[in-house]
Structure formats: structure tokens, C-alpha cells
């Protein structure tokens, strides 16, 4: 059951992802907005894992990349049909998931850390280095759009619904978990794992549903990503995009689904708005990434509703503190 | 060459990015040891240090060894700047936040690192002028003795400082117990803020002793870092012997591996060791296994 307000949430949702898809016709603003959501699908899947199961991956670009390539290797070289391709390369990623998550997720903090950082890398590498298969560092062509069941899908307008009706469907199925128990669960093991294992939850068994559940998401994110640019190269998966991800999270904040959206939004567009920069638009990746962890550790989207809410708390004092004042 | 003479060259490549991969392993460690904090930003502060050392010696006639106390000394005052900026403002750090500020410190001077000097690669001068020596069919490079030189006598000191000297003592206390070491009258932010300083020299040595042979670009302290970071964790984070031991048992297995099985695979040789490691015996080859407490 998704609760009252959720329902709202949801509702309030659908009609802005509406909206947006009829009123924006330019093509550049709904190339923007099919990338937000892509984005959005891979962060929301990467908080569910930081933010709520308190568990790092530096190298959720690796599954993104698998889900990209598998669905591409099989399009392009073997003529399966897309969807067919999506949903064994969603099978292959989970499986990847499994085996690294199995020994990565007894590990913790720098540990963990490390273990996906080594597994991202070793992903690309071979990306990079098994070129029969992946078209090397010059890329795989030649990716068909997606077909699903006779209808190809061959216009902007038609990816932005998808991607945002994918996004839709990951979102409320993201917030059913964090309501469930298990999404209680997870708090706990964020809080405390001891405390959580002593209650009598099977904290790694937890997690490393949490891991497949987010590496599964990035998968079907990475399949719409390879039919829509249908073209892939090893970059696009690189340590960098999985930092880039990471970021996404933290400005949107921890544990916060629809601030996921927002970070993804945030960090999408900025290299947009900051082109005149060029390349160097990382020093400011940099710099938001440095800030917000010092000023706001809790994410950009809390930080301002809290020093929002303390400053309403501050005003209202203020006004009872006045009206005393004049009573006297 | 007969493959004999091929595994000796491999073998002497693969010391020589040894010693580089430990020494940038010992910067880890002495953060870490007196923090808990796993600075990212090490190979980005091991590409400072070749990159002024090229600035410095570029056009002009600078003895080397001059460039080379006033390159540490320059990335000595921005690892004093990035411990105060960055890590000193946290109020409650958890590893999560440590992991993503040191990440974007990493991406900050790498960007800074561009703008200032462009995209191309470049090179400085061999600390000195002599050919390379044979050994049997094998060449060495003069420039890994001085390297080797180098990684030796920076341990060595780094030996004497922690057991000999009171500021050394006081650093592994704090390492100890933070607390009990506050107590008893140690500054500890004092130390911290000297382990940040100590860190980004011995990164700084590191660069400007590697780029004659590796050359510097600003995008070169990314996987250099993580690079001396799979050394720590072979030779168990927290371990000053071990990060040595794990940077030249990485750089042989690396150099012999790219050399005999795949030079294409030779960057995932690392990564593969890390992983390996890390499920196998997380500790590391030094380290003692952690003990929690609740």
C-alpha cells in the first residue's frame, strides 16, 4: 500500500513529468531532460545503497556500463531484440552483483569503498581492453533504437516519456521500500549495524539486496543510455562518472529519494549552464562536493529546508519576543 | 632478448615503480595513522610536485636540488592549506563524508592543475647525467637508483622520526587513542595538521623524483594514488613497513604481469591484487586484524 501522502507525491509528479513532455518541444531542453532521467534512475538506485543502507559504491558506473554494453554487444553484433537484450543484460548485472557483492558488502566504510573503487576500475578496463567484443576505446556503433514489441522509438519526445515513466515506476517502487520494513531495516543498519544485528536482522543478506536491487536499476539505465545515444564508449563509464554519481547523491542528500532527483537535475545541467568553463567545469564539481560536506553533510536539499526552518523558528521567536516587548 | 633477460628488465621496472607506489603508500599511512582519514587527494598532491618541480626548472638553470626542496615546500603549504580548509571544518566526520571531501580535493587541484599548465605532458631533467647501466642484457635506468634512494632514506627518517623524536612519539599516540593523547597534553590538532603537511612532501619527493622517468601530467596523480593506495591495502592500511612491502610487491606483479601476459591489462593488475586482498585477508599483509567495539 503506498500511504496517502505518497499517493500525492507521486500524483504531483506525474502531472510535472506530463507537463514537461508537452510543453518542452525544443530538442536540446529534451535531450537535457532524457539525460536527467536517466541520471535520476541511477541515483535514486545509488541512495537507496548510501543513503539508506549507509553502504558506498565508488564504482556504480560499472553497472551502468554492463547494462549499456550488454544490451548493445547484444543489439548491435547479434540482432536480438531490445528488450529481450534489457532484460538478460538487467540478469547479467544482477549476477555481477552477487558475486562482487557477496565479498565487498562484509566489508565496511574505506574497505567497501575501496572493493567497488578496484571492481569500477577493473570494469572499465576491460570495457577498454576486450575490444572484439566491446569496439575497444573507440567504441561500439551501430546500437539499434528501442523497439518495443513493433514500435521503435525515434523521437526525443518518445525517450523522455520512457525514461520518465521508468523513472516513475523506480521511484514508487524505491519509496515501497523505504516504507516496508525493510526499509526500516535499513535505517537501523545505517544507524547501527551492531544494534541491528543484535535485533535479529540479517543485515548482509539486507544489503546485498539493496546492492543487486541499485546495480539492477543502473542496468536498465544503461541499456535506455546505449539504444538512446546508440552509440558507447569506455569514458562514459569511467571512475570520473561514478564520482560524478556519487556527487548526485550527496547534493541531493542522503537518504532522500526525491532529493536524488534533484541532485541528478542539479548535476546534470550544471555543465550545461557552466560550458563558458569548458573542462574545467570539474573545479566546480570540486567545489560543490567539498562544501556541501562541510556545510551541509545531510545533502543540499536538507540543509536549505532545515536552515530554512531555523530561520522560520528564528522569526517566530523573534515576533513572540516583540510582541512581549510591547506589552511591557 | 631471451626471456630471461626480458623477466630481469621487467623486474627492474618493476622495482622502480615500487618504490614509487610505496613511497606514495607511506603518505596514506601517515595520514592515516595520525587521523583515520584516507586522503584521496594523494596522487593528486604526488602530480603537484612534479608539475612545480617542471615549472621551477623550465628555462632556468636551478640546481636540482634546490627545485626539489622548493617543490616539497610548496606542496607542503597546500597540504597544510587542504588540512585546514577541508578536513579541520568537519564537525562530525563519518568515512563516507572523509572519502567524498578528499575526492573532491582530488578533483579540485587536478582541474587547477589544468588550467595552470595545459594538457600536455611533460618532462624535467635527470637528476643526474650518466648513461644507462647494463646489467647482462638488462638496462637500468639511473634515475630508479635514485628512486630507490629516495623511497630508503625518506623510510628511514620517517623511522627515526616516530621512534626517536618527542613530535614523533606524539604522532603515534594520537594515532593510538586521540582522546587519551589530548589528555595528556598533546595538541592533537597540532599533529594532525603535521601529518597532512608530512604527507603532501613525502607526495611531493615522490613526483619530482618519478618525473624524469614517467613524465607529469595533470591527470597522472589519479591512478598513481590509487595505485599507492592498492600498496597500502597489500600491505595493511596503517602499516609503515607494510606500505613499502605492498608498493614493491604490487609494482614486480604489475611489471611482470603487463610484461609477460597483457600490457593492455597492466592498470587492472592493481585492482585485481586490491580485490583479491581485500576478500581474502582485508587486513593486508602487515595489518592486525580489527577488533570492534560496541
Known amino acids: ?328 | 632478448m631471451d626471456l630471461a633477460a626480458q623477466t630481469l628488465q621487467f623486474l627492474f621496472s618493476g622495482i622502480t615503480n615500487g618504490a614509487i607506489y610505496g613511497l606514495i603508500a607511506l603518505g596514506f599511512t601517515i595520514i592515516y595513522n595520525a587521523t583515520e582519514v584516507i586522503n584521496f587527494a594523494q596522487g593528486e598532491l604526488v602530480m603537484l610536485g612534479g608539475m612545480i618541480m617542471i615549472a621551477l626548472s623550465r628555462g632556468t638553470n636551478l640546481p636540482i636540488p634546490v627545485g626539489f626542496v622548493l617543490s616539497v615546500a610548496a606542496v607542503s603549504f597546500i597540504g597544510a592549506l587542504f588540512e585546514r580548509f577541508t578536513i579541520r571544518p568537519l564537525r562530525n566526520p563519518t568515512q563516507i563524508g572523509i572519502i567524498i571531501i578528499t575526492i573532491g580535493v582530488s578533483i579540485l587541484l587536478k582541474g587547477i592543475a589544468m588550467f595552470v599548465w595545459g594538457k600536455e605532458t611533460l618532462s624535467s631533467r635527470p637528476f643526474s647525467h650518466m648513461a644507462p647501466i647494463h646489467v647482462g642484457s638488462a638496462t637500468l635506468d639511473p634515475q630508479s637508483l635514485w628512486i630507490l634512494g629516495i623511497t630508503f632514506g625518506i623510510l628511514l627518517l620517517l623511522q627515526l622520526f616516530y621512534q626517536k623524536t618527542i613530535t614523533g612519539k606524539a604522532m603515534r599516540a594520537c594515532a593510538f587513542n586521540k582522546k587519551a593523547a589530548g589528555l595528556v597534553g598533546i595538541p592533537t590538532q597540532k599533529m594532525v595538521l603535521l601529518s597532512f603537511v608530512l604527507s603532501a612532501a613525502l607526495g611531493a619527493a615522490a613526483g619530482v623524483a618519478i618525473t624524469p622517468i614517467t613524465m607529469c601530467s595533470y591527470d597522472m596523480g589519479t591512478l598513481l594514488g590509487l595505485k599507492g593506495f592498492c600498496a597500502v591495502v597489500l600491505g595493511g592500511l596503517g602499516s609503515t613497513m607494510g606500505s613499502v612491502v605492498g608498493g614493491f610487491i604490487l609494482g614486480i606483479v604489475e611489471s611482470l604481469g603487463a610484461g609477460l601476459i597483457s600490457s593492455g591489462l597492466r592498470d587492472a593488475i592493481a585492482f585485481i591484487l586490491l580485490l583479491a586482498m581485500l576478500f581474502v585477508r582485508p587486513q593486508g599483509i602487515f595489518g592486525i586484524k580489527e577488533v570492534k567495539k560496541i
Not at chain 1, 16 to 29: C, H
Not at chain 1, 89 to 99: D, Y
Not at chain 1, 225 to 244: L, N, Q, V
Request: hydrophobic fraction near 55%.
Open chain 1, 1 to 328: 500500500m503506498v500511504p496517502r501522502n505518497r499517493l500525492y507525491e507521486l500524483l504531483i509528479f506525474i502531472a510535472l513529468v506530463v507537463l514537461a513532455g508537452t510543453l518542452v518541444r525544443e530538442p536540446y531542453y529534451q535531450n537535457v531532460l532524457i539525460f536527467i532521467g536517466i541520471n535520476s534512475i541511477l541515483t535514486v538506485g545509488l541512495n537507496l545503497l548510501m543513503g539508506y543502507a549507509g553502504q558506498i559504491s565508488l564504482g556504480h558506473a560499472a553497472f551502468f556500463g554492463i547494462g549499456a554494453y550488454c544490451s548493445g554487444i547484444l543489439t548491435a553484433a547479434h540482432g536480438w531484440s531490445p528488450l529481450a537484450a534489457m532484460v538478460v543484460a538487467a540478469a547479467v548485472t544482477a549476477l555481477v552483483a552477487v558475486v562482487i557483492g557477496i565479498p565487498s558488502l562484509k566489508l565496511t566504510g574505506y574497505y567497501l569503498a575501496m572493493a567497488t573503487l578496484g571492481f569500477g576500475i577493473i570494469v572499465y578496463i576491460m570495457f577498454r581492453e576486450m575490444s572484439q567484443y566491446t569496439g575497444g576505446a573507440s567504441g561500439l556503433v551501430g546500437i539499434p533504437p528501442l523497439n518495443i514489441g513493433g514500435w521503435t522509438l525515434s523521437s526525443s519526445s518518445d525517450y523522455f516519456f520512457l525514461v520518465w515513466g521508468l523513472l516513475l515506476v523506480v521511484i514508487a517502487l524505491s519509496l515501497n521500500i523505504v516504507d516496508s520494513q525493510v526499509g526500516r531495516a535499513f535505517k537501523a543498519i545505517h544507524d547501527s549495524e551492531i544494534a541491528a544485528l543484535s535485533l535479529g536482522i540479517d543485515t548482509s543478506r539486507l544489503k546485498l539486496k539493496v546492492f543487486v536491487l541499485s546495480a539492477v536499476y543502473a542496468s536498465v539505465a544503461g541499456s535506455i543510455y546505449a539504444h538512446y545515444i546508440t552509440f558507447i564508449s569506455p569514458s562514459s563509464f569511467d571512475f570520473m562518472f561514478s564520482i560524478k554519481l556519487v556527487t548526485m547523491v550527496v547534493v541531493g542528500g542522503m537518504a532522500s529519494i526525491w532529493g536524488a532527483i534533484f541532485g541528478a537535475a542539479t548535476i546534470t545541467i550544471l555543465p550545461e549552464i557552466l560550458h563558458v568553463f569548458a573542462e574545467y567545469d570539474v573545479v566546480v564539481f570540486g567545489i560543490i562536493l567539498i562544501l556541501v560536506m562541510i556545510f551541509m553533510p545531510q545533502g543540499l536539499t536538507c540543509g536549505v529546508l532545515e536552515a530554512w526552518r531555523k530561520s522560520r523558528r528564528l522569526a517566530r521567536k523573534r515576533s513572540i519576543a516583540d510582541i512581549h516587548g510591547a506589552r511591557l
